[in-house]
């Protein structure tokens, strides 16, 4: 394994998560100019955006038959929300959770994983199996948007993205030639952030002799979910604590949903019998989440979820 292989994926990871940031930006600020609701920028624009960098290295791992990469990329990413970012967060502070949250989000979420188990059982995710996946967006998003105009305003908060509520506070941008720059910007960051990661984590997959499952799921699904990690931290900061438990919920269902749609539909995904243990991981993390019944994710349970997400790591690389 090389030095310049290592910073290629680093440099790749901040590239494509400023990428998304600049997206999101700008494509808020078009979406008020538009005179679109908060709530709804929330859940198309903002729920869209954040998923573009694991979005830009599917895609260019699915051009290049990188298949395994991106299979790792989303399973990796969507224990790494629960483990890492719900287990650290929930350390520092009990997190609160809705029960409109537990009740219809969460099983939501297992939902679609089980989706995906079924769709692998024939040892490949083809380019049809895509195309049901993209249209199972487009009807959670419609679905989404329906339920949320009818719950109360305490309700609509609990399911928002996080950084939606971040960008719309606190990022300001008046015009429309620099909404539509920074989109544009951040459309060449992707493109070039995901480059260097994709090539960067194939190239450390094959000089240590790891499979790229293992290097998705650790290298590139671990790197795209420490945005959602600082977000989750700066949440809790601000009081906000099932909000953030909201944003990781929609995340793990726009993972599957949009980016192994999207990247499936480009090219079948093979399914090798490793796949299969680590999504039977990835349910039994999110079935963690039915602890929140009780109203919130308790710090002993947090400190499970970190615990088991390093055990995962370690039987993984060892």
Request: hydrophobic share 55%; glycine share 12%; net charge neutral.
């Amino acid at each position: 394994m090389e030095i310049i292989d290592v910073a290629s994926v680093i440099a790749g990871l901040v590239i494509l998560c400023v990428g998304g940031y600049a997206i999101v930006s700008g494509g808020v600020t078009l979406a008020r100019k538009l005179r679109i609701s908060s709530m709804i920028i929330g859940l198309t624009v903002v729920a869209y955006g954040t998923s573009t960098p694991e979005l830009a290295a599917a895609i260019l791992a699915a051009f290049n038959s990188h298949t395994e990469l991106i299979l790792g990329n989303i399973v990796g990413s969507n224990i790494s929300n629960v483990g890492l970012v719900i287990g650290v967060s929930a350390v520092f502070a009990p997190l609160l959770m809705s029960r409109i949250t537990v009740t219809k989000w969460v099983p939501i979420m297992i939902g679609v994983s089980l989706l995906v188990i079924g769709m692998s059982v024939d040892g490949e995710i083809s380019q049809t199996d895509g195309l049901i996946l993209i249209a199972a967006l487009i009807g959670f998003t419609i679905y989404t948007i329906k339920s949320v105009k009818k719950q109360s305003v305490t309700d609509v908060k609990s399911i928002s993205n996080v950084e939606g509520e971040l960008f719309l506070s606190r990022f300001r941008i008046e015009t429309y030639p620099k909404a539509l720059g920074l989109v544009g910007i951040g459309i060449i960051l992707l493109f070039f952030g995901g480059h260097f990661t994709v090539d960067g984590a194939v190239a450390i997959a094959e000089s240590v002799g790891i499979s790229q499952l293992v290097i998705g799921v650790v290298v590139v699904g671990i790197g795209t979910s420490l945005p959602e990690l600082i977000t989750s931290v700066i949440a809790i900061a601000k009081k906000q604590t099932d909000i953030g438990i909201g944003n990781i919920v929609g995340s793990n269902i726009y993972n599957i949903l949009l980016i192994l749609g999207v990247a499936s539909t480009i090219v079948g995904i093979p399914i090798s019998d490793d796949a299969f243990s680590n999504y039977y991981i990835m349910i039994a993390f999110s079935l963690v989440l039915f602890i929140g019944f009780r109203g919130y994710i308790p710090r002993p349970i947090g400190i499970g979820l970190a615990i088991a997400f390093v055990i995962y790591l370690g039987s993984l690389l060892f």
